[in-house]
Structures are given as C-alpha cells and as structure tokens.
C-alpha cells in the first residue's frame, strides 16, 4: 500500500526504469526485478491444483479470480492475463520507491524517461537502494521519504511475458481493500498521461472507488461490507486530517514570510499534525494504530504523495457522472484528456460539471 495509504495500490512502471536516461545500473535492476518476478508467477489454475497450496491462498486466490472477472464484465477493465498469476517473493513491498521535495514546497521532485514521461518517484527492487538515493538526495538538500509499494503495473506492456501477476504483498488484504487494488492497477492499462502522476494516479483511484463500492454492494458479505466500512471511516479521517495540513503548508510554502518563519511555522504545524492524529486514535479509532509508521515518517514528500492519488479523484467522479455512468464513455474520456497538453488536460478536466 502506498505509504500507509489503507490499501491504495501505486503504479511504479516498468518501463520508466527501462528508458534511455540515468544509470545503466538502475536500468538493470528494474529489467531484473520485474523479469524475476514473472519468472517464477505460476497461473492461478495452477496454485488451485497444487495440494500444497494453504487453504487460506487458495481461498484468497479464488476470491482475486471473481474480482478480475467482475473487472472486466462490470467495469470493462482490461480482459488479459494480468492478475490471473500469483507469486510470492519472499518480502513485503514490491518494490520501493524514493519521492522528495525541496524543504519549503509541496512540488515532487520528477524523474523523466523516453515513452513514460516524467514521474513523481524513482522505484527500486532493492530497499537498501531506495534508501542510499534517499540519503543522496538529503545531503544536497531535498526532503526525502522511502515507502514500500505492494503492487504496481507495467500499463499493458508485459502481457507478452505473461502479465503483471498477483503478489503476496496483497493477496492477503480484506475482500474490499483486494478488490480495490486489482482495479486501481488495472486502470492504469486502460489511460495514461505521460508528464502527469496526479493525473493518472487519481484516475486510478477513481475507478477503484467506484469499482469496490460496487463489487462491495453486489458480491460482499455482511461482514465484508462491514469490516471495509470501519476501515473506510478511519482512512477518510486520515485523509481529511492530512489534506487540512497540505492546505495549510502550502498556504504557508508559497507567502512572502521570511525562510526562517517559514521552517518555524512549518515545525508548529507538523506538530500539530501528529497530536492531532494522536488525538483521533484515541478518542475515535479506540486505539487503532495502522497509520503510525506514516506519522513518524511524515514530512512534505508523504504529504505530497497524498495530494498525487487523491486530489483530483472528485474531478474524475464527476466526469464519471457526467458520461452517464457508462464507463466506456468515461474511459474515452479520460484517453482524450490524456493526450492533451498537461495545462489543457487539467483545465478540461476541472470544467466537468
């Protein structure tokens, strides 16, 4: 999940490590990561029929088959073989990816490649990797975060290798939350902007909200729909907690006060934001402490990382509104915006009713 993000899948891509720009090695490792990983996925059918397989993976895997076919009959996602293979790696992130931002902004630092365009965080197989790039970046002055990713899609573009597998990074999440991650990667094969995260990351969101609150009311349990209506409720509050903190450094990043007021007022409000937080646990969530690794990590990155999936997701659900709910339509749509200039897009995208 993406920083903590109570089951949002990122899209780290492939084929940004596989560009022509940066370093052979980092190259390298992404070719390596991701080969490995369809290397050893086996079909689904194949972990079904394998008598060694724990009953609680197969029961999981089976589950993960009816979402991928509710995928494409009721959401008219992508009809391929990605998420019909499972693998177990062995850890417990995909991969990780390195994010930063200067000390007094909420603007993500960008990495460009050929084909992709530029993206918002630089992705590793290898933790310590991340971490050595994070360590560099602070020294010449950005702040910098690592977080682990649970899942992320190649758009499309290993279907000849077999296509993006299911992972035991996730494979495990409550009903809803799996749910939610199957569709969110498989949008990022149906539209793709290639200078924009926010963009394609909210859209992304968009369709996995809509998507898991129908598979929720059509094919959930009581209890399934239960269970994701608590934790539904505690990552709301989280995000309304963390978007007045946004609002209010971003307010305070792009004013005239001097540098030093400015790290100064930053600090106070930091503060401000773990207390808070402190505060909801006990007095709302009765103790429920699935968000405090993100809190002792916060900083501007993770802040920004939350702006990236969820700000213009609103946008997205209105234009959804306004296609009549059709999501052919609405995919059409979200292609046409895709290809246009990153200002236009963004102002086409606003302008839905």
């Not at 029929?49 to 992508?78: C, K, M, N, Y």
């Not at 907690?241 to 409000?269: G, Q, V």
């Not at 997701?313 to 246009?340: K, T």
Request: proline share 4%; net charge neutral; aromatic share 12%.
């Amino acid at each position: 999940m993406a920083w903590g993000l109570g089951g949002t899948g990122a899209a780290l891509l492939l084929a940004a490590g596989l560009g022509g720009c940066g370093t052979a090695g980092y190259y390298a490792q992404a070719a390596r990561g991701h080969l490995d990983m369809l290397a050893r996925a086996k079909p689904v059918p194949e972990w079904l029929a394998d008598g060694h397989t724990p009953a609680a993976l197969r029961d999981r895997l089976a589950l993960s088959q009816r979402i991928r076919d509710f995928a494409v009959s009721e959401l008219q996602l992508p009809d391929n073989r990605s998420y019909r293979s499972y693998v177990d790696l062995g850890r417990g992130a995909a991969v990780w990816n390195v994010v930063a931002t200067p000390e007094l902004s909420l603007q993500l630092k960008t990495w460009c490649f050929p084909v992709v365009g530029c993206v918002g965080y630089r992705g590793y197989y290898d933790r310590s990797a991340a971490d050595a790039l994070a360590a560099e970046l602070r020294a010449q002055g950005w702040e910098a975060g690592v977080y682990g990713v649970p899942a992320y899609s190649t758009l499309g573009w290993s279907e000849w290798l077999g296509g993006d597998p299911l992972l035991n990074t996730f494979i495990h999440y409550p009903e809803g939350e799996l749910a939610r991650m199957v569709f969110h990667e498989l949008a990022h094969q149906v539209a793709y902007a290639d200078d924009d995260t926010a963009f394609n990351e909210s859209f992304a969101t968009a369709v996995e909200r809509i998507g898991g609150q129908r598979w929720l009311a059509q094919h959930a349990s009581a209890a399934a729909r239960e269970a994701y209506a608590a934790l539904d409720a505690r990552r709301r509050e989280f995000r309304a907690l963390t978007f007045a903190a946004r609002t209010d450094l971003d307010t305070l990043f792009r004013s005239d006060a001097p540098e030093a007021e400015k790290r100064r007022r930053k600090a106070e409000r930091m503060a401000r934001l773990r207390a808070d937080y402190e505060a909801m646990k006990r007095e709302r969530w009765g103790g429920f402490a699935g968000y405090d690794g993100w809190f002792e990590r916060a900083n501007n990155p993770a802040l920004a990382v939350q702006g990236a999936y969820n700000d213009l997701v609103p946008q997205f659900e209105r234009l959804f509104e306004r296609e009549g709910r059709d999501f052919a339509r609405f995919y059409a749509e979200v292609r046409r915006l895709a290809a246009m200039p990153k200002t236009e897009r963004r102002a086409a995208l606003a302008a839905a009713p």
